[in-house]
């Protein structure tokens, strides 16, 4: 946490690139288990690298997984899972949330501008993230597009027992400016501290820590 500001590095493949995150201050790192994300971390992968990562709580990211791919990720020692999906697939809520539990659980569903949370969801989870929405069936995340910073204000205000992570196009030049748009406590960077899809730049990373730091303070 820095000035009173959590924050997740998202999209990690390297452990060095993990590291120069805790490095930084990072609250959370992420790990992208979707095959169709360009920072897709193989399971394997995952698993080889694990050893030489630091102790900092760690985020399964994944697309709809059905409950064995669930279950591999729960037994890898993850700290919570972040599950994006569409709209039309929110009935498998309940299953994620059973498995993993609801403190563990970060639901970051594919809204359209302007769209609501179902109310019905907060009771399968204790963290909601908020990104970018794309038309494109197979996009979730990491497009460097801004979401939508007003809808994310309303529902944080709305529901404030929840965990709110702004997602979207976060980078160390916008990040004040989107604290104090929203009132978000934890930001969620990606693709603006990459030289290329998932591989992080270490000077990037860095801004981070001073874009957070020079930042107003008293969101909440």
């Known amino acids: 946490m820095i000035n009173g500001i959590q924050f997740k590095v998202c999209g990690l493949t390297r452990a060095r690139d993990a590291q120069a995150a805790a490095a930084a201050g990072a609250d959370y790192l992420g790990f992208i288990f979707y095959p169709k994300s360009p ?37 890898a020692g993850f700290d919570y899972f972040q599950i994006h999906f569409p709209l039309g697939l929110a009935e498998e809520i309940p299953a994620w949330s059973k498995l993993v539990g609801k403190e563990r659980l970060w639901l970051a569903p594919k809204m359209p501008p302007q769209g609501e949370l179902d109310p019905r969801w907060m009771e399968f989870a204790d963290g909601f993230l908020w990104d970018a929405f794309k038309k494109d069936a197979s996009t979730f995340g990491g497009t460097g597009s801004l979401s939508d910073w007003e809808s994310f204000r309303q529902m944080r205000e709305r529901y404030p027992e929840k965990r709110w992570i702004l997602a979207g196009g976060i980078s160390p030049e916008n990040a004040a400016e989107a604290l104090a748009q929203t009132g978000a406590t934890c930001l969620d960077f990606n693709s603006s501290l990459e030289i290329e899809p998932g591989v992080k730049d270490l000077e990037r990373i860095s801004q981070v820590r001073v874009s957070l730091s020079e930042a107003p303070s008293g969101n909440s």
């Open 39 to 75: 920072r897709c971390i193989r399971f394997e992968r995952y698993r080889d690298i694990q050893p030489r990562l630091p102790d900092v709580p760690k985020v399964a990211v994944t697309v709809a997984p059905d409950l064995y791919t669930l279950s591999q990720l729960e037994g």
